[in-house]
């Protein structure tokens, strides 16, 4: 099988974090998400564990709630970092901060959000291995989710900053003690679907060829 790879290479170089551009109005029907949750199930897991679960909020006042959770830490958070970005000529980061501001004021409108989890949690001291491995089996079943989200016009934001207060979100959905969150993704369809490259350094400036 041979893959078109201008294609592929644009899947993989414009799929952004989006908040702005999320269509607040425009209803994510189920099947849909189930479909590229049904794709990243096919993400490489530590020790072939596939200790994925998924939790999807449409219910409004849950993510109202969810948003208020997201806020507390939120407006901490921001404001922060927009006091160290002052004087700051990067008008990148200075986007990157404006709608991460507008995704808080406007969580609640999104119409789906989905907590990737995972079951089971790190023991108290868990060495860095042992975190790293964890992670490794989340986050590439979380990238192929939003992959598969934006080959069908729909876009996402990964998110942690509710898990400040886990144990809130947590009571709110009734996730057991067991399951893990590690993030919440806003998805809705984008308004467009013409999202470019974002500016990165040349790939020689980030590697290091046989040691450091």
């Not at 989006?18 to 990243?40: F, Q, T, W, Y």
């Not at 958070?77 to 507008?102: E, H, N």
């Amino acid at each position: 099988m041979e893959f078109d790879l201008p294609m592929t290479d644009k899947l993989l170089s414009t799929t952004r974090a989006v908040r702005k551009r999320l269509d607040l109005e425009k209803p994510v029907p189920r099947a849909i998400i189930e479909e590229c949750i049904g794709l990243s199930q096919q993400a490489p897991t530590g020790t072939n564990s596939q200790g994925w679960r998924w939790i999807v909020v449409e219910d409004a006042d849950k993510r109202a709630a969810l948003a208020d959770i997201y806020r507390k830490a939120a407006d901490v958070y921001l404001t922060d970092q927009a006091k160290a970005a002052q004087g700051a000529t990067d008008r990148q980061t200075a986007r990157v901060l404006d709608s991460a501001m507008f995704l808080a004021k406007n969580l609640q409108r999104v119409p789906v959000h989905v907590l990737p989890c995972l079951e089971g949690r790190p023991p108290e001291g868990t060495p860095l291995m042992g975190i790293a491995a964890i992670m490794a089996s989340i986050f590439p079943a979380v990238w192929s989710f939003q992959l598969a989200l934006r080959a069908r016009g729909l876009g996402s934001c990964l998110t942690s900053l509710h898990l400040f207060n886990e144990q809130a979100a947590a009571e709110l959905l009734g996730i057991p003690d067991n399951i893990m969150q590690v993030a919440l993704l806003p998805v809705a369809y984008t308004k467009g679907t013409d999202f470019k490259p974002a500016a990165r350094p040349a790939p020689s400036t980030i590697i290091h060829w046989d040691r450091w």
